[in-house]
């Protein structure tokens, strides 16, 4: 059974910084390009950031470039994602997605989701 778990989720302010991880398992995880949507009530689910299975190339949407960096440790089965500089826009439910392919275009397996809420 695969399960991707993140967590690191929380309120804080503009311009503080938060670090999304999210735990894979049951699945091979160096085969699987790994990523994070967010996701606001009523909106589509958006790509925040993906890397490649062995970390050479990464994807950010243009909103968040600059700001946030996203990694992974195949050792551990873990990705993660630096988020500074957050914005009151950055406001939104944060997925971790696993893919075979390309994440942009098929994702395979999702994670429950962590709240990110960002004051001004």
């Known amino acids: 059974q695969v399960q991707l778990v993140e967590s690191g989720g929380g309120l804080v302010q503009a311009g503080d910084s938060l670090r999304l991880s999210c735990a894979a398992s049951g699945l091979t995880f160096t085969r699987y390009a790994m990523g994070w949507f967010r996701q606001a009530p009523g909106k589509e689910r958006e790509l925040v950031a993906a890397?490649?299975?062995?970390?050479?190339?990464?994807n950010y949407a243009d909103f968040v470039k600059g700001r946030f960096a996203i990694s992974r440790d195949n050792a551990k089965n873990t990705v993660y994602l630096q988020m500074n500089s957050l914005k009151p826009e950055d406001t939104d439910i944060y997925y971790c997605?696993?893919?075979?392919?390309?994440?942009?275009?098929?994702?395979?397996?999702w994670g429950q989701g962590t709240q990110v809420t960002v004051s001004s």
């Open positions: 890397i490649t299975w062995y970390a050479g190339n990464t």
């Open positions: 997605a696993a893919s075979s392919t390309i994440l942009r275009i098929r994702q395979d397996y």
